[in-house]
């Protein structure tokens, strides 16, 4: 996978209360990791690990999601993936952990489709 050198960091969005706008910062957010990560950058993988473990930036706390994204950004060699990984994993069960592995190939494959 190719790697974009210009990360990208997640930032705290405003306090709810803060209305639409802070929606849409957080969705920007979202959407420019999910566009980097497009590209292979290994942070934007991480970041977005990061937001789907922790439900910040306007993503879901979804630990399946969190496990895909760190690994995806562990195989494109970013350095704290395999950890933050792992330590998703001790929260899931061996299915979850299948599943979100199951998602990172599947990440993979549409990735090296668009870029053939």
Same mark, same amino acid.
């Given at each position: 996978?190719?790697?974009?050198?210009?990360?990208?960091?997640?930032?705290?969005?405003?306090?709810?209360? /803060?209305?639409? %706008? #802070? @929606?849409?910062?957080? =969705? *920007?957010?979202?959407? /420019?990791?999910? %566009? #980097? @990560?497009?590209?292979? =950058? *290994?942070?934007?993988?991480?970041?977005?690990?990061? @937001?789907?473990?922790?439900? *910040?930036y306007g993503a879901d706390c979804d630990l399946v999601e969190a496990h895909k994204w760190f690994n995806l950004a562990a195989v494109a060699g970013h350095d704290d993936a395999t950890?933050?990984?792992?330590?998703?994993?001790?929260?899931?069960?061996?299915?979850?952990?299948?599943?979100?592995?199951?998602?990172?190939?599947?990440?993979?494959?549409?990735?090296?489709?668009?870029?053939?």
């Amino acid at each position: 996978m190719p790697h974009a050198p210009s990360p990208i960091t997640l930032v705290p969005s405003a306090p709810l209360h /803060a209305g639409h %706008a #802070a @929606a849409d910062r957080a =969705d *920007s957010l979202i959407a /420019a990791c999910l %566009a #980097a @990560a497009a590209q292979g =950058d *290994s942070h934007a993988f991480f970041d977005l690990g990061v @937001a789907f473990s922790t439900g *910040s930036y306007g993503a879901d706390c979804d630990l399946v999601e969190a496990h895909k994204w760190f690994n995806l950004a562990a195989v494109a060699g970013h350095d704290d993936a395999t950890r933050a990984r792992a330590d998703v994993a001790e929260e899931m069960s061996a299915r979850d952990i299948a599943e979100a592995q199951r998602r990172a190939r599947e990440w993979m494959r549409a990735a090296t489709r668009h870029a053939a």
